[in-house]
């Protein structure tokens, strides 16, 4: 199989990396309904539509505003612009939805934990959604640093690079047995289970981003390791309180 891919079916050329983000969205919606109405939601129908919608909204913000940072040296042209303006990332979507979800909860006063029934889903979605980042090699920003290890995978260009979204995939899948692990079989508080996949995420893509041939900021940080530095900050009162708890 040749990277990128992108198959040809009665004439037209086929973006596999567009078929399997719509595809992402459809099977973690439909994985979220059924855990919905496996489990017990706490949390009224009406509010949790109030939830998904916050959720949403601060996605699409979050999603733009982080990939149009990941790419501040490109030329303002009218073709760019238009390209930057659908620019997004899955980092930027996550953060974005964590501070719509809080957003919607305030203002309907809902004072429950909402995210722990979003967090397999989440994974399952976000493991396809990289199948497609992997299968479009170069096309894609998300291509590793040229290597000369092993590891090294022509993505389109000839040269051997870093499989990031490979990387990623097989991170995804320990991540959804481990938390699956986590949650039936500790004892953890409404909201914890999200929290811990945030920074077990996030944290992971800190470290990854060395790999990736990156703008970087202050610090020598690109924006998606800044964002990811936020989010510790933001759930630093969680990781205290866990650290004495283990204490």
Not at 55 to 72: C, D, K, Q, T, V
Not at 93 to 98: A, D, K, N, T
Not at 183 to 212: A, D, P, T
Not at 222 to 238: A, E, G, H, M, N
Request: charged share 15%; glycine share 10%.
């Amino acid at each position: 199989m040749h990277i990128p891919f992108e198959p040809v079916v009665f004439g037209y050329t086929i973006n596999s990396h567009l078929i399997l983000e719509y595809l992402a969205f459809f099977i973690a919606f439909r994985y979220y309904v059924v855990l919905r109405r496996k489990g017990s939601d706490s949390i009224t129908s009406n509010n949790r539509l109030s939830i998904i919608l916050g959720a949403a909204l601060g996605a699409l913000i979050g999603s733009r505003l982080i990939g149009f940072l990941e790419n501040p040296l490109v030329e303002f042209s009218q073709q760019n612009i238009f390209q930057l303006l659908n620019t997004k990332t899955i980092m930027g979507g996550l953060f974005g939805g964590l501070l719509g979800v809080e957003l919607a909860k305030k203002i309907i006063g809902e004072k429950q934990s909402s995210g722990d029934l979003f967090v397999l889903p989440i994974v399952v979605g976000i493991f396809i959604g990289r199948v497609g980042c992997f299968l479009s090699g170069i096309n894609e920003f998300t291509y590793g640093k040229v290597t000369t290890s092993s590891l090294g995978m022509d993505l389109g260009d000839g040269l051997l690079r870093h499989p990031t979204s490979l990387y990623e995939l097989i991170f995804l899948v320990v991540l959804f047995f481990v938390l699956k692990w986590i949650q039936n079989n500790s004892v953890l508080k409404n909201g914890e289970l999200f929290k811990l996949f945030m920074l077990l995420y996030f944290g992971f893509r800190f470290c990854i981003e060395f790999l990736k041939p990156n703008v970087f900021y202050a610090f020598g940080l690109s924006s998606i390791q800044l964002l990811c530095v936020i989010c510790w900050l933001y759930y630093s009162p969680f990781i205290i309180q866990k650290l004495k708890n283990a204490s």
